[in-house]
């Protein structure tokens, strides 16, 4: 059964905090995906990478980095969180015909 | 880039049929993808279309016609779980999905 796992559902931090959301699949993608969901906006790209210690630049990139050491892990790092990040954030990776999305993480900053 | 357009909102009644279109504007077309999200939760594959025509998974069904940009989700036999948003995403030929905002659809009995 595919998986797309997310260390947390819920997150609480303050301003200025240094955040790391950590994503794991278990179906050995090359191609792994972060995105930001807001209510009127959809779903927003940040960032993504094609393969290990590769990433790109999505639509919305300022604010965060990225890192991918290994094949299943993909991390998005909050370098200093800001209340206008709060948001639930979306790990996903993909095979050929689909994209898996994981359960995702609401992010408060407070 | 993706432009994708989809009606915010529609509301149909129970054992119904809903379609739900999409229209995209696109710069490298690799695959149109449906997915359900309901509320809170992550989003859900539904279907994907690469090749015109009609795609068919029991009470789902997803059309595409890319020469006209366009897509569109068939429910069919309305049920009220199938209260939810729809997402159409495109995807380009570097693998990245650019999605829709999303149709809430909400079933009543």
Redesign the interface.
Known sequence: DVKVTQSSRYLVKRTGEKVFLECVQDMDHE?M?WYRQDP??????IY?S?DVKMKEK?DIPEGYSVSREKKERFSLILESASTNQTSMY?C?S?SA????????TRLTVL | GQNIDQPTEMTATEGAIVQINCTYQTSGFN?L?W?QQHAG?????LS?N?LDGLEEKGRFSSFLSRSKGYSYLLLKELQMKDSASY?C?V?SND????????TTVTVRA
Request: glycine share 18%; charged share 10%; hydrophobic share 40%.
């Open positions: 191609n995906f009127g906006l959809g779903l927003r790209l993504f094609y999505g979306l996903a993909n015909d689909t994209q898996y999305f994981g359960p995702g | 695959g993808f997915y939760e992550a989003p859900t594959f994907y690469v997402l995403a995807r693998y990245k999905l650019s999605f829709g905002a999303g």
